[in-house]
């Protein structure tokens, strides 16, 4: 159990995923604003942590799976030459109710409608659970920007609506 104040906790990858993959899907929803890529995406965060040469550990895990996506996100937009845009084409899951699916758009595009440097926090907050600590790290920013960049993003998405 505790060595050294250490504990450690185990939990095999599919516990680490049925806990984790809703939180980085939603960040990769935020980011694409398209379900099915977003899907895509997880799938391959995942691929890229199982055949990581490093150990995935239940207390970092969402951080370190987050992290991941985020450069599968960025390589996705290199991809398609778009660095630093959001695509324009908004794909809600079909199973959603209409008001639900518009309600779900409607929420990503005005996240998308954020300048990078406050939408990137903000998703990494609210959507993928991280603490302010954690993003600050991700982002290589200070504890204060990230509180500063989080508080304008809801700012302006309170003026969006």
């Known amino acids: ?5 250490y504990c ?3 939990m095999t990858f599919g516990e680490i995923y049925e806990e984790h993959a809703p939180a980085v899907y939603r960040c990769l929803l935020a980011w694409s604003r398209n379900a099915a890529l977003a899907e895509e995406l997880t799938s391959e965060t995942f691929y890229r942590a199982i055949v990581a040469e490093q150990e995935v550990r239940a ?3 969402r951080g370190y799976l987050i992290a ?3 450069n599968v996100w960025r ?3 290199m991809r398609r030459g778009r660095v630093g845009e959001m695509p324009v084409d908004v794909t809600a899951p079909a199973a959603l109710s209409a008001e639900a699916r518009l309600d779900l758009e409607r929420a990503l595009e005005a996240i ?3 300048p990078e440097e406050l939408r990137e926090p903000l998703v990494l907050y609210a959507q993928g659970g991280l603490s302010y ?3 600050a790290a991700q982002l290589e920013i200070t504890l204060a920007a990230v509180k500063i960049r989080i508080f304008r993003a809801r700012q302006k998405l309170e003026n969006y609506r």
């Open 59 to 61: 207390a970092t895990a």
């Open 8 to 10: 450690k906790v185990t």
């Open 75 to 77: 390589k996705q937009l």
């Open 133 to 135: 600590d954690e993003i």
């Open 68 to 70: 991941i996506a985020r």
């Open 112 to 114: 998308s409608s954020l």
């Open 1 to 5: 159990m505790a060595d050294g104040g």
